[in-house]
């Protein structure tokens, strides 16, 4: 089993659609967690930290559910700039600066 | 402007013929990583670096090397490339481990 788990999707949603997607992780003892974006042959860049009791930057909420080990992404009315592939990144200390990168799900905005 | 820089962006090289990828930050930045991204596997960490003559392995360090001589620097060096390093490869440094990355443009390697 992978240590961290994405849908990869594609998931096609007309514009002004929500769109939700998951990541699921195995490390119980992961303590840090970041949602990535990264479009077509271009470096991740980070789209938000994912805290504990959940934060919102304008059509993005991300949540984080310790007990089940997911975290969630959000994004409502979503655009037509919002297609990409989105990364899931979980970061667990007991291991050193083990970072995992999920392998991403990728988002189709159609008009 | 606070940035990630590698350099070539793109490479052909023929197998057995070393070279190195390099990787400078302007950010002061103490933690510096390189990830390797290829399709279906998504990114995963070679190296990292937790400050200056800091390193250590990560998910996948079979076939390369790095060095931290200095802050700013984190070259990619690979002794001996062969086909199967094929991938686009992408520089990263942060505050520290636990904060968020930033990623220089990426590096696509060709090894034939």
């Known amino acids: 089993r992978k240590e961290v788990e994405q849908d990869p999707g594609p998931f096609n949603v007309p514009e002004g659609a929500t769109v939700a997607f998951n990541c699921t992780y195995s490390?119980?003892?992961?303590?840090?967690f970041f949602w990535y974006r990264q479009d077509c042959r271009k470096e991740p860049k980070l789209l938000m930290s994912v805290y504990s009791s959940g934060n919102e930057d304008g059509r993005f909420t991300a949540q984080l559910n310790r007990a089940s080990q997911y975290i969630s992404l959000l994004i409502r009315d979503s655009k037509l700039s919002d297609s990409a592939t989105y990364l899931c990144v979980v970061k667990a200390y007991s291991s050193a600066s083990k970072i995992i990168f999920g392998s991403g799900t990728r988002l189709s905005i159609r008009p | 402007e606070a940035q990630v820089t590698q350099n070539p962006r793109y490479l052909i090289t023929v197998t057995g013929k070393k070279l190195t990828v390099t990787c400078s930050q302007n950010m002061n930045h103490e933690y510096m990583s390189w990830y390797r991204q290829d399709p279906g596997l998504g990114l995963r960490q070679i190296y990292y670096?937790?400050?200056?003559?800091?390193?250590d392995k990560g998910d996948v360090p079979e076939g390369y090397k790095v060095s931290r001589k200095e802050k700013r620097n984190f070259p990619l060096i690979l002794e001996s490339p062969s086909p199967n390093q094929t991938s686009l490869y992408f520089c990263?440094?942060?505050?520290?481990?636990?904060?968020?990355?930033?990623f220089g443009q990426g590096t696509r390697l060709t090894v034939v």
């Open positions: 990263a440094s942060g505050r520290d481990s636990r904060t968020e990355a930033f």
């Open positions: 490390n119980s003892a992961s303590q840090s």
């Open positions: 670096s937790m400050n200056v003559e800091v390193t």
